[in-house]
């Protein structure tokens, strides 16, 4: 063999040693970033993706007198798991989170998904208590569940009336909350903020709540509160094919005896045509000042929200610690736990591990 043969010889054996030496190092670099990953919550869902609608009903609801409240709540998971609590909105309920819940429990947390005042099962304790849905009251049933089921400090979700309460939760007491994940991002608001108009297309947007505001609204309401949450699910996700059984499933929780009376006031009260109560008064005027939220964050928003809702760039400062804004695409409305489960639980693991 020639010389310059030996010599091509030899580099290309020394090519291929580093080359291998190269794949070592990075194969063990994969394993070590896959250790790290796989400790709770730092889980990736994705293989095991839920077709919305798969599960029909939760398994049995529990009842525990909290604060105010005898609370109805659907669990799933281990007991010993760590704890999130997954918040509904108006006029939606518990079955927003009936595929979210076991992709969570198999992951290992424990789901809790209350009913909030005026929906279901749950129910006042007292016949003399205000009918109230003012931010601060509703957030407030949720810190006396937490105390009456010994939960100290949980990962907290929601949307709607739930993304609004799970937002005050983590900015007044965010010792309460480990993480947060809230579709629509910052909504705590006041009685001021209310007062603003807003451009005439944004205005249309809020039809409802102006309805609310007469007689006429709260009688028409009380009458067809079925096929006006049917209307509002329609107009809220445009693109979201839900058929009658997912609807009605939901519907029965709005025959809860508070419930029209917890609607009117809650919107009423954005606009101060109703009263609060004094009780709630500082922490009203805290929240009016617009707290910041400290804890880890993931916003959601849908590409199809068809409700009002802010852009994300107008809240993203008021999530002052670890923070991601995530738009969850394919024709995805307001109800997004119901719309895309496997996204809004993927963000509830992946807030865990901030």
């Not at 931010?135 to 937490?146: E, H, K, Y």
Request: net charge neutral; hydrophobic share 40%.
């Amino acid at each position: 063999m020639k010389t310059d043969e030996k010599s091509e010889e030899i580099n290309r054996g020394r090519r291929s040693l580093l080359g291998a030496m190269a794949m070592s190092v990075a194969a063990a670099k994969l394993i070590m970033t896959g250790s790290a990953d796989a400790r709770p919550g730092k889980k990736d869902l994705q293989d095991g993706a839920t077709k919305p609608g798969t599960k029909i009903s939760f398994d049995s609801l529990k009842q525990i007198n909290a604060g105010l409240l005898n609370v109805g709540y659907a669990e799933a998971g281990p007991a010993d798991g760590p704890p999130a609590i997954l918040l509904h909105g108006w006029p939606y309920d518990i079955h927003s989170f009936v595929d979210v819940a076991p992709i969570l429990a198999s992951a290992g947390y424990r789901v809790i998904v209350p009913y909030l005042r005026g929906y279901g099962t749950t129910s006042f304790l007292s016949a003399d208590t205000m009918r109230n849905g003012q931010q601060s009251a509703v957030a407030l049933d949720i810190i006396a569940l937490m105390d009456a089921l010994k939960i100290q400090k949980a990962i907290l979700g929601g949307f709607d009336w739930g993304a609004r309460t799970a937002d005050i939760i983590a900015a007044v007491w965010p010792e309460r909350c480990k993480a947060l994940v809230s579709v629509s991002g910052y909504l705590i608001g006041s009685q001021e903020s209310g007062k603003v108009s807003l451009p005439p297309k944004a205005e249309f947007q809020w039809w409802y709540q102006y309805y609310f505001a007469t007689e006429r609204g709260r009688a028409g309401y009380d009458k067809y509160r079925h096929d006006f949450a049917k209307l509002i699910w329609q107009l809220a996700s445009p693109k979201w094919a839900f058929d009658d059984a997912t609807f009605d499933r939901s519907a029965a929780s709005f025959d809860n005896p508070d419930h029209v009376a917890i609607v009117i006031h809650n919107y009423r009260w954005r606009l101060d045509l109703a009263e609060g109560e004094p009780k709630y008064d500082d922490l009203d005027k805290q929240l009016a000042q617009g707290p910041l939220i400290t804890v880890p964050t993931i916003t959601l928003e849908g590409d199809a929200n068809g409700a009002p809702h802010p852009d994300p760039s107008s809240y993203a400062k008021k999530f002052s610690g670890k923070y991601k804004n995530r738009i969850i695409m394919g024709g995805v409305g307001h109800n997004l736990p119901q719309e895309a489960p496997q996204a809004f639980a993927q963000a509830i693991v992946d807030v865990d591990a901030f």
